[in-house]
């Protein structure tokens, strides 16, 4: 095989149907993978959760981030290509399809009429299309006589491509939105101030709000907050965000993502304050030299331990009791649950915790792809109504010098359907006209 | 009227509801296999009275839980065997061959008989749920996974017609070959463009939600899968490669992806749709 005959052989899949169709097959089951592996954990979980051979097996191919791994990238590339090569090659003749009006030469002479009738008699052809819904009609005058022509929902032609344009907008939107944005979360206590990674603004955290029905279940959470340019400290927005509400700038959303309980801790050493800070939930505290270290385990508002196991009966603060950790050159050296306010102490450490509050998480994403994507699903789902629903019809007449009608028309899609559409049509028009007719279907 | 109350009224409906579909599934099965019109009659009848039932039953549990009744595992489940139910008179009315009934009854009876081992507790809608994008979202899963329902039945038939002898009453009652691979085909088409409509309204409510439109969350891929399985059968057909039985047997094949995307995802696999 010569080198030019292996580059044609390339183009050719690259621009087939059937080889998009195997790629967009091999990339849906690759991605189940991504389905039944945990994704994105560190590769010593899965060293510690599999065997060698999936744990080799999953590193090797990257198993543990499927989505964003090399080869199902370049997947998704090549997949792009064939929908580009596909889209752009099939335009001209879909195009002709739909702009071009047939000569009527080669009309009258083709033998593969879908369905065809001759009608005699004095008959108005513009109202007959008009009777058929075809309102737009073309007229054209030749020496043997008139040809009218009527084209119906030309536009599914499109429908395939448009569907495909509309995929490869969405695909290559999704890839510029990972490339270009950024995904990140900021925490805190109402009166916390943070700068917004990969922005110029900071946010401050104004208020937290949970809505509590009274089973206490949430009805919603919302966290109010200002953004600030960074260097001048203007105030640049004002507002609040909360699930499915989230609060818009311009190049980024801030998200309400989550909660959790956090408290201020005093660190006492030997009785002299060495550190004070804010606590948030599954936070650890490690201080001088790492010989200490506090771990916020777990809280309970409304602490109850009757049954024996501790548990929270209200998210209310009534009885507010945190788990923790202490640990001591390295060692865990206590673990227990502790009242607001109560001394935890080991050696010459001493922590207080007090003030409990809830804090929010925020999400704050910005995606510039985004309005492509929506671009791309509008013109999918364009294309798929318009490949189902709107299949192109033609009808064609034409009425020679004696005053003889040919009347034929034509479909790509549903053809018998539409056969047996205008079979009926002509036959009730021709029996309301009292006409004779002479059909050969 | 009180909640319990409510709740007791849609339990009875939806008893009625799935007796009157196994009345019907009986009867669509007397009337193939004893082939006899009154059976079928009689089954056409039938599944038309547990549609009413069934459509009083989620409407009373609208009323009760004060949302539209598609919030959970039973609400869903109970909403999709309506999808397909309702698909199937559409399709039985349109190309009016009964013994469809005989293939599609059996999907509604599996789909309503999984809805019935579900809780039917009325529970307060979680923030994340609380979106007008969750009526759009999964009132055109319900349509989509109709289609595909009827479709999978209509692929069944085909694969089964060849087994019968060709008589009088099968001609009457059982398309033809190419007839059925048609219907299989607008069935799935009707599914296919609901499910795009599904995924496109997911990916914006997701975005206001969880901060991003897609996310390959278990459902969210296993969707994909089933879009990409029923797009090749698709362009199959337009290639001219796979019609008849291959394209049934990739219509049933395209069937069980749903059913894996709305009962194995919720159940075998981690998902942040979990409560779906």
């Known amino acids: ?441 | 009227m009180e909640l319990t109350r409510y709740i007791q009224l849609e339990s009875n409906f939806f008893n009625i509801a799935i007796t009157m579909y196994v009345i019907s599934m009986a009867l669509y099965f007397l009337f193939f296999v004893g082939k006899n019109e009154k059976h079928g009659k009689y089954a056409t009848f039938f599944i038309k009275i547990a549609f009413i039932f069934h459509t009083v039953a989620l409407i009373t549990r609208g009323a009760a839980a004060g949302r539209v009744p598609l919030t959970n595992q039973y609400e869903f489940a109970t909403s999709f065997a309506w999808g397909i139910a309702l698909c199937f008179m559409v399709f039985e009315y349109k190309y009016n061959f009964r013994a469809m009934g005989a293939f599609v009854s059996p999907i509604v009876f599996l789909i309503i008989g999984y809805a019935a081992m579900q809780s039917k507790d009325i529970r307060p809608l979680m923030p994340a749920l609380q979106s007008n994008w969750l009526v759009f979202h999964v009132a055109t899963a319900v349509i989509g996974y109709g289609g595909f329902g009827v479709a999978c039945g209509v692929s069944f038939m085909y694969l089964f017609k060849n087994k019968f002898k060709e008589d009088a009453f099968f001609k009457k009652h059982m398309p033809s070959l190419e007839k059925l691979d048609l219907i299989s085909y607008r069935a799935i088409a009707l599914g296919f463009l609901f499910l795009t409509l599904c995924i496109a309204t997911g990916a914006i409510w997701a975005e206001q939600a969880w901060g991003r439109y897609w996310a390959w969350d278990p459902k969210e891929t296993w969707s994909f899968i089933t879009w990409v399985i029923y797009s090749i059968y698709l362009h199959a057909r337009i290639m001219k490669e796979w019609s008849g039985r291959k394209a049934a047997l990739f219509s049933i094949i395209g069937f069980i992806c749903v059913l894996f995307t709305y009962i194995g995802v919720n159940t075998l696999l981690p998902s942040i749709h979990s409560y779906a």
Request: net charge neutral; proline share 4%.
């Open chain 1, 1 to 441: 095989m010569n080198q030019d005959s292996v580059f044609k052989d390339i183009w050719k899949a690259l621009h087939s149907m059937k080889f998009g169709m195997i790629l967009l097959l091999i990339i849906s089951i690759s991605s189940i993978a991504g389905t039944v592996i945990p994704q994105n954990n560190p590769l010593s979980f899965y060293k510690r959760e599999y065997g060698s051979f999936t744990y080799t097996l999953i590193s090797t191919l990257d198993l543990h981030k499927v989505y964003t791994s090399w080869w199902f990238i370049a997947m998704m590339v090549v997949l792009s290509i064939n929908l580009t090569l596909c889209s752009v090659i099939r335009l001209p003749g879909l195009l002709r399809k739909m702009l071009h009006m047939p000569a009527v030469e080669k009309e009258m002479s083709r033998s593969d009429f879908l369905v065809r009738e001759e009608i005699y008699g004095e008959i108005d052809v513009k109202k007959l299309f008009r009777k058929a819904r075809f309102y737009r009609l073309k007229v054209q005058e030749t020496e043997k006589g008139t040809f009218y022509f009527a084209y119906k929902h030309r536009f599914g032609h499109l429908g395939s491509w448009l569907t495909h344009v509309g995929l490869l907008i969405i695909i290559v939107s999704y890839m510029f939105g990972q490339i270009t944005g950024f995904d990140t979360y900021i925490y805190g206590v109402p009166g916390v101030q943070e700068e917004i990674e990969h922005t110029s603004y900071m946010m401050s955290i104004d208020d937290f709000d949970i809505d509590f029905r009274p089973d206490y279940t949430v009805n919603q959470y919302t966290s109010s907050i200002t953004i600030k340019n960074s260097v001048t400290e203007e105030i640049m927005k004002v507002g609040k965000t909360a699930v499915n509400e989230p609060f818009r700038m311009d190049n980024f959303s801030i998200y309400q993502n989550g909660t959790g309980w956090a408290v201020d801790m005093l660190l006492e050493r030997d009785g002299e304050e060495i550190a004070e800070r804010i606590l948030y939930q599954s936070e650890i505290h490690v201080d001088d030299n790492q010989r200490i270290a506090l771990q916020f385990s777990n809280f309970y508002p409304d602490f109850d331990n009757s049954r024996g196991m501790p548990r929270t009966i209200s998210p209310y603060p009534n009885k507010p009791r945190f788990l923790y950790s202490v640990f001591y050159e390295g060692q865990r050296v206590d673990m227990n649950v502790a009242e607001m306010g109560q001394p935890i102490e080991w050696q010459e450490y001493t922590f207080i915790v007090t003030n409990p509050r809830q804090f929010t998480l925020l999400q704050i994403v910005s995606d510039p792809g985004i309005p492509g994507a929506k671009v791309g699903g509008l013109v999918l789902l364009h294309g798929i109504m318009f490949a189902f629903y709107f299949h192109p019809k033609q009808l064609k007449a034409f009425k020679d010098k004696e005053g003889r009608l040919t009347i034929w028309g034509d479909t790509i899609r549903n053809q018998e359907a539409y056969k047996l559409q205008i079979q009926q049509f002509l036959t009730n028009y021709d029996k309301k006209q009292g006409g004779n007719s002479d059909g050969a279907y």
